[in-house]
T-cell receptor, first 114, second 109 residues
């Protein structure tokens, strides 16, 4: 099992450009998440999808859109990138087990907006 | 407002136990205590979680005080590969884990 995979690993954008970050998981998890991590900080939740067909805002959703394409895939789109969106983006997935939520994380996408 | 308080950093010697404290004095009755760690530049990794009782798995032990206002993560025999940022998180059964700044643990040979 690959677990959670993310593409691309690195990306440089100019201000105003758009791009989509891709995430896929092969663990048959129902829930998926997008976080961002700025230098020296903890992770902040952007959006999450509790199950296929649903998405909800997290702590910092402004400037982002998401799509839960199917049970495996959850994408994050930046419509008009800004330097403030320079960050490392992590995708995660989880499944209910004994009533708690252990999240599995991908390796991250390092995005720089100039 | 932060739900947890952790020391900014700590050192420990290789082969010794590492005891990582966490205060969560406002924890609610339905909130679990989770511990994750993040090794340099990688995605966070789940370590352990608990509600009231002490828990142990192959990675670590979690000791929760009787009043649940604090907890300690114990790495029984720290190795150099345990050098990481450790996050203590309290959360109910929902989808929103809030990662603070964590404790930077450096294991020294």
């Amino acid at each position: 099992n690959a677990g959670v995979t993310q593409t691309p690993k690195f990306q440089v954008l100019k201000t105003g450009q758009s791009m989509t970050l891709q995430c896929a998981q092969d663990m048959n998890h129902n829930s998926m998440y997008w976080y961002r991590q700025d230098p020296g900080m903890g992770l902040r939740l952007i959006y999450y999808s509790a199950s296929e067909g649903t998405t909800d805002k997290g702590e910092v959703p402004n400037g982002y859109n998401v799509s839960r394409l199917n049970k495996r895939e959850f994408s994050l789109r930046l419509e008009s990138a800004a330097p403030s969106q320079t960050s490392v983006y992590f995708c995660a997935s989880s499944e209910v087990a004994s009533g708690t939520y252990e999240q599995y994380f991908g390796p991250g996408t390092r995005l720089t907006v100039t | 407002d932060a739900k947890t308080t952790q020391p900014t950093s700590m050192d420990c010697a290789e082969g010794r136990a590492a005891n990582l404290p966490c205060n969560h004095s406002t924890i609610s009755g339905n909130e679990y205590v989770y511990w994750y760690r993040q090794i340099h530049s990688q995605g966070p990794q789940y370590i352990i979680h608990g509600l009231k009782n002490n828990e142990t798995n192959e990675m670590a032990s979690l000791i929760i005080t009787e009043d649940r206002k604090s907890s300690t993560l114990i790495l029984p025999h720290a190795t150099l590969r345990d050098t990481a940022v450790y996050y203590c998180i309290v959360s109910p059964n929902d989808y929103k884990l809030s990662f603070g700044a964590g404790t930077t643990v450096t294991v020294r040979a």
